[in-house]
Structure formats: C-alpha cells, structure tokens
C-alpha cells in the first residue's frame, strides 16, 4: 500500500511539472510573438530611418523581455535550443543600429520564427524526451 502511495505521488510530481512546464512555455511563447509583432510594425512605419526613438524602445523591450525569458527557458530546456535566438536578437539589433533595413527584415523574420516554434522546440513531446 505505502509503495502504491509514493508511486502515484511520483505520477502526480511529474505531471505537475509537465503542466508548470507547459504554462510557462505557453506564456513566454505569446509574450515573444506580442513582442516581435510590436517591434515589426514599427520598422515597417520607420523603413527610412530605423535609428528611431521608437524602433530603439521596441528592440529594447524585446531584449528584455527576451534576457528574463531566457533565465526562465534554461531550467527547462538545453541552452544549444535557445542560443540562436539570442543570435538572433544581437544581430536584429546592431542592423537596426546601422539602419540596415534588408538585414533587419531578415534577422527578425527569423525571431518570428523561432517565436512561432518555441513550443514545438521546447514543449512535452515524445522527440524532446530524448
């Protein structure tokens, strides 16, 4: 009886975590797209000129957002998944500081994304088990 007991409170930990694991994920994922959604909209209304107070302010926020999340996402998942995002985010923003616009558009393509996929990178699933 006591070996039944401690075998499902095992099986309840363990589904705890997956759905702590799960929450987190899920809201840092909104978090991020919201993020990069924000920041897109003002290279697109700032494509002459990214040195913009607001274009700045926008890449700042996602950094941040981004240097909180990453302290979060390294308890859950190897570091390997998440560094080319940080790649990414450092490159975003010294083409946004040499108002490269082709280059910007590309870098934060690729933040998009990896904002997208976070989950499928990093969720529960059979393949990340592994």
């Known amino acids: 009886?006591?070996?039944?007991?401690?075998?499902?409170?095992?099986?309840?930990?363990?589904?705890?975590?997956?759905?702590?694991?799960?929450?987190?994920?899920?809201n840092i994922n909104s978090n991020l797209a919201h993020y990069t959604e924000e920041l897109s909209t003002s290279i697109t209304k700032n494509s002459d000129n990214l040195s913009t107070f607001e274009v700045e302010e926008k890449y700042n926020d996602l950094s941040g957002f981004w240097k909180d999340a990453k302290r979060k996402l390294c308890y859950l998942t190897n570091y390997e998944k998440?560094?080319?995002?940080?790649?990414?985010?450092?490159?975003?923003?010294?083409?946004?500081?040499?108002?490269?616009?082709?280059?910007t558009i590309e870098n934060l393509a690729i933040v998009e994304v990896f904002s997208e996929f976070t989950y499928y990178f990093m969720g529960f699933n059979i393949n990340n088990l592994f």
């Open 1 to 26: 009886m006591k070996r039944n007991l401690i075998i499902v409170l095992i099986v309840l930990l363990i589904v705890a975590v997956c759905a702590i694991e799960e929450i987190v994920l899920s």
């Open 82 to 103: 998440i560094r080319i995002m940080d790649e990414s985010i450092i490159k975003l923003g010294a083409s946004i500081k040499n108002n490269d616009e082709s280059l």
